[in-house]
């Protein structure tokens, strides 16, 4: 089981090489990197190209993952597995945003499982998931000061988990609640909670997750499986709805492909998430980081591809930086240029193959 929601919690990629780049003194977008050290937190610009990491390096292989940037752009909070004796257990951490392998400093201390925090808008607290009160994923608020936490207290409880929460201006929180229904099967829609502890349902479900909010609150974008009838297959996308409606479209079809963990730019215009592609036996194949421009009158997925090759990211965050939007308009289109990549990648193979 523990195994099961490590990778739902922090996602799953594949290996592939790193390279290192002196730091800048600005930061657009971080991401968490697959390396030989296991995952760390760096900072790429809109190009994709890895400046430089954030955060110092353990003495054994960790996952550093899901970055959450405090409103002041002072604080780079994350879920880590750093000083856990499981590796799909993590705590939550906090750095100083900005330096170049900062040292870390642990917020969350115990054997439960602590994941998935994001700042309120106001950054007077981080909001977590946590099985703290047992198996069970609630969701907790930890008031944060001058990167100090005081004693958290809990949210939500039910019979099921509640995760990958996101904080509105008006302080509700939007949420995947997901109910075991199964060997290995759940169910999972969204849900809000009011600022005095209302709890209503926002979708149907039954595989919502990942919900994402504008910064005017007006809209919620989350992953949803789509059906291709074609092939019967299903891949995850995004979608969107205005909150207080019911009526739900897609905001870009990338065929072959799951995306998931969709973040907003502070400015509501881009749209990143992480991509994965599967092999025929579900096996993640390569993991990358994507956004959507929702100005364009055709909205395409764009890849943020570093220009050294291709590295295997997830789970980003946006700095408060305005974002460079002609470097971003200037990145390929995502489906075109993963199709080069996976090619030049069994042409290499290929090429070692043979004696």
Known sequence: MRALWGCLLVGCAARAAVTSEPATERIAIVASE???????????????????????????IVRDTNP????????LVFASTRERSEPDTTSLWIAPFGGDKVAPTRLTTG??????????PDGAAVVFASTREGGDFDL???PMRDGRAAQPTQLTTSIGHEITPVVARDGAIIYAAVTPTGAHEVESHLEERALD????????GPADSSPAITSDGAT???????LRRATSALDGELWQMSRGSEVVTQLADTPLTDESGPVMSRDGRFVFATSVLRGAEGNVLFSSVVHVDLRESRRRVRLLGDRAGPIDR????IAANPLDARALRDDPEYLPELARIMARAIARERTRATP
């Open 197 to 204: 502890g209302t709890i209503h349902t926002l979708t149907g």
């Open 68 to 75: 959450a940037i405090s409103p002041d752009g002072r604080w």
């Open 34 to 60: 697959r390396g030989s050290m296991g995952m760390r937190l760096v900072a790429i610009d809109e190009h994709g190209d890895r400046r430089f990491e954030l955060i110092a390096p353990a003495t054994k």
């Open 314 to 317: 997830l789970t980003p965050a």
């Open 220 to 226: 919620i974008i989350f992953a949803r499986p789509h």
């Open 111 to 120: 054997s439960w499982i602590d994941s998935h925090p994001v700042w309120t």
């Open 140 to 142: 907790w608020r930890m």
